[in-house]
């Protein structure tokens, strides 16, 4: 690797064949890894993360690399922009329960963890290294287990939350509500996963577009007249939701803005 001042690799939807080259650790000032789609691409997950401090963009997606997420991963303090997606020949990995530093992940804004072996909790200082930063958040088909973090409200700028097809259990913390940048909140597959999340009150979240929730048994309660009520409002898909007790308030039922009701 003799281009030293490169800022970005990105190697996207081609048959590239073997390993990462390992000088990849000299590229100190490397911006952006991105790895998409490269399913003839073998090796370890790249170890060398930690030696590349200006590291802000790591995408590694669809790519049949072995090993664990290295906890150098979870350390990266200029990180803004974080996928880690199907990944289907990693061993089993987790989210250090002591991230390494004070300013860990404290830059990131977009955080996937999709289709991976990642399991353990998500660690009770995650929400306070992320909560200035994080705009889009989504977890999908990991396995991850124990609770979502109470103080996931405090997550000022979030706007997307995502929750799909996952292990967590206990309530959905009421919280959730004081994130009221949100725009586009949806869960799905969380069969262990209780609370009345429907009967909060959502008057703040005045940029809140869609509301989704399916196979969620377990969530019960009514639903808060209140979200008839928010000015953006395109999308409400509750689908099998089975415990959702009373009626459809009228405020949504007479909502101007509401085009999908389900």
């Known amino acids: 690797c003799q281009l030293t001042d490169l800022l970005q690799i990105i190697i996207k939807n081609n048959d590239i064949e073997g390993t990462l080259p390992s000088c990849i650790n000299q590229l100190t000032n490397l911006l952006l890894l991105g790895i998409e789609n490269v399913p003839l691409m073998t090796g370890t997950f790249p170890s060398y993360i930690s030696s590349l401090p200006e590291m802000a963009v790591l995408k590694i997606i669809s790519v049949n690399f072995t090993g664990t997420i290295p906890d150098a991963?979870?350390?990266?303090?200029?990180?803004?922009?974080?996928?880690?997606?199907?990944?289907?020949?990693?061993?089993?990995?987790?989210?250090?329960?002591?991230?390494?530093?004070?300013n860990s992940l404290s830059a990131l804004q977009s955080l996937d963890l999709?289709?991976?072996?990642?399991?353990?909790?998500?660690?009770?200082?995650?929400?306070?290294?992320?909560?200035?930063?994080?705009?889009?958040?989504?977890?999908?088909?990991?396995?991850?287990?124990?609770?979502?973090?109470?103080?996931?409200g405090s997550l000022t700028k979030l706007k997307t939350l995502q929750l799909f097809d996952l292990e967590m259990t206990g309530t959905i913390p009421s919280t959730l509500v004081?994130?009221?940048?949100?725009?586009?909140?949806?869960?799905?597959?969380?069969?262990?996963?209780?609370?009345?999340?429907?009967?909060?009150?959502?008057?703040?979240?005045?940029?809140?577009?869609?509301?989704?929730?399916?196979?969620?048994?377990?969530?019960?309660?009514?639903?808060?007249?209140?979200?008839?009520?928010?000015?953006?409002?395109?999308?409400?898909?509750?689908?099998?939701?089975?415990?959702?007790?009373?009626?459809?308030?009228?405020?949504?039922?007479s909502s101007s803005v509401l085009f999908n009701l389900d």
């Open 178 to 253: 004081n994130c009221e940048l949100l725009t586009n909140l949806q869960f799905s597959a969380l069969p262990y996963l209780s609370g009345q999340t429907l009967g909060l009150d959502y008057s703040a979240l005045i940029d809140l577009k869609v509301i989704f929730m399916e196979d969620m048994p377990l969530m019960s309660g009514s639903i808060h007249s209140s979200i008839g009520e928010l000015p953006d409002l395109l999308s409400i898909i509750l689908l099998n939701v089975t415990n959702i007790t009373g009626t459809i308030p009228d405020t949504i039922l």
């Open 114 to 152: 999709v289709k991976l072996p990642l399991y353990g909790t998500i660690p009770t200082e995650f929400v306070s290294r992320v909560r200035n930063e994080l705009l889009a958040f989504t977890l999908d088909t990991v396995k991850l287990s124990g609770t979502i973090p109470s103080d996931i």
């Open 73 to 102: 991963v979870w350390g990266l303090e200029k990180i803004y922009q974080l996928y880690l997606e199907d990944l289907p020949l990693l061993d089993d990995s987790t989210i250090p329960a002591n991230l390494s530093t004070a």
